[in-house]
C-alpha cells in the first residue's frame, strides 16, 4: 500500500478536521504530522469561542480524539516559518496543508484607528482566552463607557464578556488575573454599532437573545431603530432567521428596563467616521449611514472594533493580499494559473474569516478528497518522522507533543481544583512549557 506523509500547519477545527479525515482513510497508508505554533491545539475554539459558551467548547473532547488517531501525531510550540521552514516541510512530506487561520484584524481604515483605546476584539478575546501572545492594556477598562463597532456573534460576545459577573466568568476556564480586571473594570455602557440597518445584524437570534438573559445588564434598543420602511419591508418579505432576529430586537425594544448596573445599547445603521482624541480615544464619530450628512459623536474611551479576523502570508507561499487568503482552485494552492505541486489549502486561511467550527469539517473533506484525487501523482518525499524530530531537536525546538500537552491540561485542571473550578487555563507560555515538563533554556 503506498505510503503518503502529510504535514498540516496549524491545529484548529480545518486543520484537526483534515488529520481525520486523513487518518481514516483505507486506500492508502497516511502518517500525519499537525504543526502547531502554540504549546496548545484546537485554534479559535480555545483562544475565539467565548469561554461561558462551555457547551460548544466541548467540541475539544471529539477534536482531542483526532490528535489520538493511529497516524497522527502533534508537534505544539513548533512556528512553521521559523522553527522549520516551508521549504524543509515540503521536502520532508510528500503534501502540506495549509491551515493556519487568522491571526490578524480588518482594519476599518478611518481616521484616529492607531489612537490608544481603540483596540480591535481579537485582542481583547485574546486576552480573556489566555492566549499566550494576548497584548491588552487592562488599564482601558477604566473607561465608563465602551463602543463595539460591528454587529457580528464576535461583537456580542465581547459585549456579554464586558458585563458578565465575576462569578459567572468563574463558571468558565478564564484565567484568575483576567476575572480580576474585569470584576474591577469600571465599563458601565457598552455601546453595539452596525454600519447597516437593524435586518441587516449578522449575529444570530440565539446570541442576541444569550445577551438579553445576561443577569447584570439591560439591553436597550430604542423603537426608533426598528421603526424603519427598511425593516419593515423585511419584517414581510425575510427569511426566517432575519424574522426571528427583528422579533428578539422588537421584544427587547417594548421590554421596560430593569435597571441593572449594566447596559448594551444597540445602534444602527451608522458609520464609524473618525476616532476623536490626541493621543487616546475620547470619542468616535458616527454619520448616519443612509443619510451620511447626519453626523453624531458618541464619547467612549474604549473602543473594539470588532470586524474580522485576518490571515496572514506565510513565507514562501502566494497571498492575496485584496481577500487576505491563500488562492487556491478546488483547495489546491495556486501561484498565478499554476497549481503548486503538494501544496493545499484549508479553513479560514483559504475561506477568509467566516463560518462555524462545523463549516470547516466540509471545508477539510474538500481538500483531503483533492489530495487524494492527486496521491498517485505526489512526489515521494522519502522522509520519515525521525528525520523531522532530529531537524527539530538540532535546532533546540523544544516540541511539545501530545504526552505533553496533556500534562498542560492536567495542570489547569489542577489549578480548577484549588480554586474550585472545573478548569483555569494557563495563559504564559513558559508556564505552559513548565507544566508540560519542558526544561525552558
Ligand atoms: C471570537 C470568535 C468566536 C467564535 N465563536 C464560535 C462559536 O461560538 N461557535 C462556532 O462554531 N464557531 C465560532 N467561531 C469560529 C471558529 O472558531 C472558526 O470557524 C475556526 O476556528 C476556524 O478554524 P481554522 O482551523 O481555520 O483556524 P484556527 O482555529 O484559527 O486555527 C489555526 C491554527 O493555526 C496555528 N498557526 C498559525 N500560524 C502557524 C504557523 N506559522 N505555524 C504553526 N501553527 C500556526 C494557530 O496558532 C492556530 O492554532 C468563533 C471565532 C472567533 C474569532
Redesign the pocket.
Known amino acids: 500500500m503506498r505510503k503518503l506523509r502529510v504535514a498540516i500547519?496549524?491545529?484548529?477545527?480545518?486543520?484537526a478536521f483534515c488529520a481525520e479525515a486523513l487518518a481514516e482513510e483505507a486506500e492508502y497508508d497516511i502518517s500525519i504530522d499537525v504543526?502547531?505554533?502554540?504549546p496548545t491545539p484546537f485554534?479559535?475554539?480555545r483562544y475565539?469561542?467565548?469561554p461561558d459558551?462551555q457547551k460548544?467548547k466541548s467540541i475539544v473532547a471529539s477534536l482531542a480524539e483526532i490528535f489520538e488517531m493511529p497516524g497522527v501525531r502533534f508537534l505544539g510550540n513548533?512556528?512553521?516559518?521559523s522553527d522549520i521552514t516551508m521549504d524543509e516541510l515540503r521536502e520532508h512530506y510528500d503534501a502540506v496543508i495549509l491551515?493556519?487561520?487568522?491571526?490578524l484584524d480588518r482594519r476599518l481604515g478611518i481616521l484616529g484607528e492607531d489612537l490608544r483605546g481603540v483596540v480591535a476584539a481579537r485582542n481583547f478575546?485574546s486576552w480573556y482566552s489566555g492566549h499566550p501572545d494576548a497584548a491588552f492594556d487592562t488599564s482601558l477598562l477604566d473607561a465608563e463607557r465602551a463602543v463595539v463597532v460591528g454587529v457580528g456573534?464576535?461583537a456580542l460576545?465581547v459585549a456579554r464578556m464586558l458585563v458578565r459577573t465575576p462569578d459567572e466568568l468563574r463558571r468558565t476556564d478564564v484565567p484568575e488575573h483576567v476575572i480580576e480586571a474585569l470584576a474591577e473594570h469600571a465599563v458601565r455602557e457598552v455601546h453595539v454599532i452596525g454600519r447597516r440597518g437593524a435586518e441587516h445584524a449578522k449575529f444570530t437570534n440565539k446570541e442576541f437573545l444569550e445577551l438579553t438573559e445576561v443577569a447584570s445588564a439591560d439591553v436597550v434598543v430604542s423603537p426608533s431603530e426598528l421603526a424603519t420602511p427598511e425593516v419593515e419591508s423585511a419584517r414581510a418579505s425575510a427569511g426566517p432567521a432575519t424574522s426571528r432576529l427583528l422579533a428578539a430586537l422588537q421584544a427587547a425594544a417594548d421590554r421596560p428596563l430593569h435597571g441593572r448596573s449594566r447596559s448594551i445599547h444597540f445602534h444602527f445603521d451608522r458609520t464609524p467616521v473618525e476616532f476623536i482624541g490626541d493621543t487616546a480615544v475620547r470619542a468616535i464619530q458616527l454619520a448616519q449611514t443612509s443619510a451620511p450628512e447626519t453626523l453624531s459623536t458618541l464619547e467612549a474611551g474604549l473602543v473594539l472594533p470588532a470586524v474580522g479576523?485576518r490571515s496572514a502570508a506565510?513565507e514562501g507561499v502566494p497571498f492575496n493580499e485584496s481577500t487576505g487568503t491563500i488562492p487556491h482552485r478546488d483547495s489546491r494552492v495556486v501561484e498565478g494559473d499554476e497549481p503548486v505541486p503538494g501544496l493545499y489549502v484549508?479553513?479560514?486561511?483559504k475561506r477568509g474569516p467566516s463560518?462555524?467550527?462545523?463549516?470547516?469539517r466540509l471545508c477539510a473533506s474538500e481538500t483531503t478528497g483533492a489530495i487524494l484525487e492527486d496521491a498517485p501523482l505526489l512526489r515521494d518525499a522519502g522522509s520519515s518522522p525521525e528525520a523531522v524530530d532530529e531537524l527539530l531537536d538540532a535546532r533546540g525546538v523544544e516540541v511539545v507533543d501530545w504526552s505533553r500537552w496533556l500534562a498542560i491540561e492536567a495542570a489547569e485542571t489542577t489549578r480548577g481544583a484549588a480554586a474550585g473550578r472545573d478548569r483555569v487555563k494557563l495563559h504564559d507560555r513558559l508556564g505552559m512549557l513548565a507544566a508540560a515538563g519542558v526544561s525552558v533554556r
Open positions: 500547519v496549524g491545529s484548529g477545527p480545518s486543520g504543526f502547531e505554533k502554540l485554534g479559535l475554539v475565539g469561542v467565548a459558551h460548544i513548533v512556528t512553521v516559518g491551515a493556519a487561520g487568522a491571526p478575546v456573534n464576535v460576545d479576523y506565510l484549508v479553513g479560514w486561511i463560518g462555524v467550527i462545523g463549516t470547516n
